[in-house]
C-alpha cells in the first residue's frame, strides 16, 4: 500500500500542493502536515511552521538573497584589498607595514550584520527578511574574521568559527524575524565541516605548493572527515525528517552532499576507480531513497546522478580505457537492467508516481 493518502474525488476544490487537504492521516514513517507539537509555550507558530515546513522557492526573495551575497561578496574583496595596499605600500625590512587596515573590512561586515538584523526583526518575511538573514549569518564570520585578521597568522580560525556559532544558533532559537530559517542551520553544518577540515589537514596546502601531486599527506583524514560528516548529517537529517520536522534537515543535506563528495573523491586515489564505484553506487542509492521519501528533488535528483557516476567507474575499471566497444555494449546491456529493476521495485513498494499530488503534500 501507499504511504499517501488517496487523491481527493473527481469535483472537489484542487489541492494546495504546499498544504494538507482535510482527512489526511500521517503514515508511521513520520510526514505529518502539520507542524509537530512542542507543547504549550515552547515554540511560537512561526517556528512550529519553519521546524515542520521547507522553505519555498520564491523568485523575488532568491533575487533578495543574490543580492545580499554580492554585497557580502564586495565587502570582503574592498576590505582585503584595502588591507593588502596597506601592508605592501608601507612595507619595509623590519615590519609589514600598516596593519590596522582590517578595521575597515570589519565595520563594514558588522554594519551589514546590523543592517541584516534591523530589517530581518522588523520585515518577518519577503524578499527583505530574506536578504536580512543572509546578511546577518554570513556578515558575522566575515567580520570576526577581519576583526582578527593578523598578517603574520592570518585571521583566528577558532573565534571566528566557535564565536559565529554561538550566534547563529542564538539568531536561529531566540531573534524574531530569523529564528528557525533553515539558512542558520546550514551555515552551522557548512561551518562545521569547514573547521574541522581546516583543523585537521594543515599539510595539504603545503603538499599543493610544493607538487607532490594527487597523493597529499591528509588525503586519508580529508577522506575519513567528509564520510563521516557527510553521513552524520544525512542520519540526522533523515531523523529530521521521518519526525516531520523538515526544515532543520534541509539544511543538512546540501553539506551532506558536499561532504561525501569531498570523502569519496579524497579516498579515491586509494581504493582506485572500481573501489570510488562500489562506494559512490552504495551511498548514491541509499542517499536517493531518502530524498524520494521525503519529497527531496535536489537530493534524489543528484544521489542518481551519483549513482550514474559509480557504475561508469565501475565499468571504466573492468573494461580499461581503450576498448570502447565493450564499454558501449557494458552501458547498454547496465542501463537495460537498471531500468528493468526500477519498474519491478516501483511495483513491489507502490511508490506513488511523480504527479501524485498526495505525494508532494506529504513531502512538505
Excluded at 557527510?230 to 526544515?247: E, N
Aim: glycine share 14%; net charge negative.
Amino acid at each position: 500500500m501507499s504511504d499517501y493518502p488517496p487523491p481527493p474525488p473527481p469535483g472537489s476544490e484542487p489541492v494546495d500542493p504546499g498544504s494538507s487537504y482535510s482527512g489526511y492521516q500521517p503514515d508511521p514513517g513520520g510526514m505529518p502536515p502539520t507542524p509537530p507539537s512542542g507543547g504549550p509555550g515552547r515554540f511560537d507558530d512561526a517556528f512550529r511552521a519553519r521546524l515542520a515546513r521547507r522553505p519555498e522557492p520564491r523568485f523575488t526573495a532568491a533575487l533578495a538573497g543574490v543580492g545580499a551575497a554580492l554585497a557580502l561578496f564586495g565587502v570582503l574583496i574592498w576590505g582585503f584589498t584595502y588591507y593588502f595596499e596597506g601592508l605592501f605600500n608601507s612595507f619595509d625590512s623590519e615590519s609589514f607595514g600598516d596593519t590596522d587596515r582590517n578595521q575597515l573590512g570589519a565595520g563594514l561586515a558588522a554594519l551589514l550584520v546590523v543592517a541584516g538584523y534591523s530589517v530581518a526583526i522588523s520585515q518577518r518575511r519577503g524578499p527583505s527578511a530574506t536578504a536580512g538573514v543572509v546578511l546577518a549569518g554570513v556578515g558575522v564570520p566575515i567580520a570576526i574574521g577581519f576583526l582578527s585578521l593578523d598578517a603574520r597568522s592570518g585571521a583566528n580560525e577558532d573565534a571566528t568559527f566557535w564565536v559565529s556559532v554561538i550566534i547563529w544558533t542564538a539568531t536561529y532559537l531566540f531573534v524574531a524575524g530569523a529564528k528557525g530559517h533553515t539558512f542558520f542551520v546550514f551555515l552551522i553544518a557548512f561551518g562545521l565541516l569547514n573547521y574541522v577540515l581546516a583543523k585537521n589537514t594543515d599539510s595539504v596546502t603545503s603538499a599543493v605548493v610544493v607538487g607532490n601531486g594527487p597523493h597529499f599527506p591528509a588525503s586519508g583524514t580529508i577522506a575519513a572527515i567528509g564520510l563521516v560528516i557527510g553521513l552524520i548529517y544525512y542520519a540526522i537529517a533523515f531523523a529530521l525528517d521521518r519526525a516531520g520536522r523538515h526544515g532543520p534537515a534541509t539544511g543538512l543535506v546540501f553539506p551532506a552532499f558536499g561532504a561525501v563528495a569531498i570523502g569519496i573523491i579524497a579516498w579515491s586515489p586509494d581504493i582506485h576507480r572500481a573501489g570510488a564505484g562500489v562506494l559512490t553506487v552504495a551511498v548514491g542509492l541509499a542517499v536517493c531513497w531518502y530524498g524520494g521519501r521525503y519529497g527531496r528533488r535536489v537530493t534524489c535528483f543528484a544521489a542518481a546522478g551519483g549513482v550514474a557516476v559509480g557504475i561508469v567507474l565501475i565499468v571504466a575499471a573492468a573494461v580499461g580505457d581503450n576498448d570502447g566497444v565493450t564499454a558501449g555494449v557494458s552501458f547498454f546491456f547496465i542501463g537495460i537492467a537498471v531500468i528493468v529493476g526500477a519498474a519491478i521495485l516501483g511495483r513491489v513498494t507502490d511508490e506513488a508516481h511523480d504527479m501524485d499530488a498526495e505525494a508532494v503534500a506529504g513531502s512538505r
